[in-house]
């Protein structure tokens, strides 16, 4: 299998609103200075497992795998809360942490490629119907029912704005994903190089009118100031 | 890359018709109109025991007519035995499930993934309720806001109830609920004249099972 189930579990019984979908951590990369926060749909399947394999030394290929080991909490090794990263530096000693930033319309695209047209295994889009009918009509109808969540932790971590998951002072480095596998040569972090979760769809949106509504809802991710491309 | 998973069934359940007393009596199984409480006695019935917790009862009878309990409605043709359907009025079904889902912490997977919690109104629920209408095979709709009219028309079954006679049919074919059990929680009449106008455009095909015009509040 190479398609990700592991962030689409269902939530426990009394479980809280907000652990239904993945929070907003930090994922650190053992045996390394650095760490990168963990978002959805850029690049954070093929980043966990550079995580894997700088701790074990082998290259994870099962990616359920990889997810299940990285964990979905605090209780994780590899996963410290954005909102607790600067305790866990003093405790643990400093990281250079990155992100990696992914032009919201191709984010859009490549969730909508994977999760409807590939039917990447998925409980809340089979839920939601989008699997037996991926119309693109549907989809933006789910959009816009996410993006009126007013609580960003409560949306679909795949369709959650970047700026959401961290602030400009939570990272030193935010790298374009065209360029991630240079910014990791350069700091000398060992990976294998893939495309972990590709669609494989050449999915692309066409309708103005569509590439549109998404450009205006990520209007601040598109502010975002990327440091390395 | 292909498609792993194409979903040739929807992500719900059809539990068609539960037999309450076997050879005699079923009992069409819809979310919201005493599901629950039907398979309570079903299994106290056959098993002589009253499951207490929701989880419990619907793990044990099962949720699909993979259950030796729950037969399509289809299947029950010429088997002899009487046919039930149990009718709510759709508004009250609707503050039902919001109810359960909205007024407070909710333990059901896809009302979490909808952030449909505690705090939640009513009118935010109905758009919710649109988004399920929007889905072109009612059987992909959650059981909970699917319409009656999916689960049964008039011509499939013997008898059609209102839910607070749902106990005197059981007993008549010598089901034993419990004592002082209810097949539903009451739930208050406070739903906003608009929002209940939406519901029951939504719903109109549930009226029509009863032979009600449209109740149009005003």
Same mark, same amino acid.
């Given at each position: 299998m190479t398609v990700s189930t592991c962030w689409r579990r269902r939530p426990a019984r %009394?479980?809280?609103? $907000?652990?239904v979908f993945f929070g907003n951590y930090i994922c650190v990369i053992p045996h390394t200075d650095a760490a990168f926060?963990?978002?959805?749909? &850029?690049a954070v399947t093929f980043l966990k497992k550079v995580a894997r394999h700088n701790a074990l030394g082998r290259w994870p290929d099962d990616t359920v795998d990889v997810h299940r080991a990285i964990g979905?909490?605090?209780? =994780?090794?590899f996963l410290v809360k954005v909102a607790h990263w600067r305790q866990w530096q003093r405790e643990h000693g400093p990281r250079r942490v990155f992100a990696v930033w992914r032009d919201p319309v191709e984010r859009i695209e490549s969730t909508y490629a994977l999760f409807?047209? *590939? $039917? *990447?295994?998925?409980d809340y889009f089979s839920m939601l119907g989008l699997q037996r009918d991926p119309s693109l009509e549907r989809f933006f109808a789910f959009l816009e029912w996410e993006w009126s969540?007013?609580?960003?932790?409560?949306?679909d971590e795949h369709v959650r704005a970047q700026v959401d998951y961290y $602030?400009? /002072?939570?990272?030193?480095d935010v790298v374009s994903l065209g360029a991630l596998h240079d910014y990791l040569r350069d700091r000398g972090i060992d990976f294998r190089p893939e495309r972990s &979760? *590709?669609? %494989?769809? $050449?999915f692309r949106l066409t309708d103005s009118a569509q590439i549109g509504r998404v450009q205006a809802h990520y209007a601040a991710d598109y502010a975002i100031e990327v440091t390395v491309s | 890359m292909k498609a792993l998973q194409r979903f040739e069934r929807s992500w719900f359940h059809d539990p068609g018709a539960c037999v309450v007393v076997p050879g005699q009596l079923a009992v069409v199984v819809v979310h919201g109109c005493g599901a629950t409480f039907t398979k309570r006695v079903a299994y106290a019935h056959r098993y002589g025991s009253w499951v207490r917790h929701a989880h419990e009862v619907h793990a044990l009878? /099962? @949720? =699909?007519?993979?259950?030796?309990?729950?037969?399509?409605?289809?299947?029950?043709? %010429?088997?002899g035995l009487h046919r039930v359907a149990v009718w709510r009025d759709p508004v009250e079904r609707f503050s039902a499930t919001y109810a359960r889902w909205c007024e407070g912490p909710t333990s059901h997977p896809y009302a979490r993934f909808a952030g449909l =919690? *505690?705090?939640?109104d009513r009118w935010r629920f109905l758009r919710f309720i649109e988004w399920e209408f929007?889905?072109?095979?009612?059987?992909?709709?959650?059981e909970e806001l699917r319409p009656q009219s999916a689960s049964w028309q008039?011509?499939?079954?013997?008898e059609v109830v209102g839910v607070e006679d749902l106990v005197p049919v059981l007993r008549r074919f010598g089901a034993r609920p419990r004592? @002082?059990? @209810?097949p539903v929680r009451p739930v208050a009449a406070d739903v906003p004249v608009e929002v209940a106008r939406k519901v029951q455009q939504l719903y109109a095909a549930d009226y029509a099972l009863v032979g009600r015009e449209l109740p149009w509040v005003s």
């Open positions: %009394g479980a809280r609103p $907000g652990d926060v963990a978002v959805s749909k &850029n979905y909490s605090e209780e =994780s090794s409807c047209l *590939a $039917g *990447a295994p998925h969540k007013t609580d960003p932790l409560l949306q $602030g400009p /002072g939570d990272v030193d &979760n *590709a669609s %494989g769809q $050449g | 009878v /099962g @949720r =699909s007519t993979d259950s030796p309990f729950l037969v399509p409605l289809a299947d029950l043709d %010429g088997q =919690s *505690a705090g939640v929007g889905k072109s095979d009612p059987s992909d709709m959650v008039p011509e499939q079954v013997d004592p @002082r059990s @209810r």
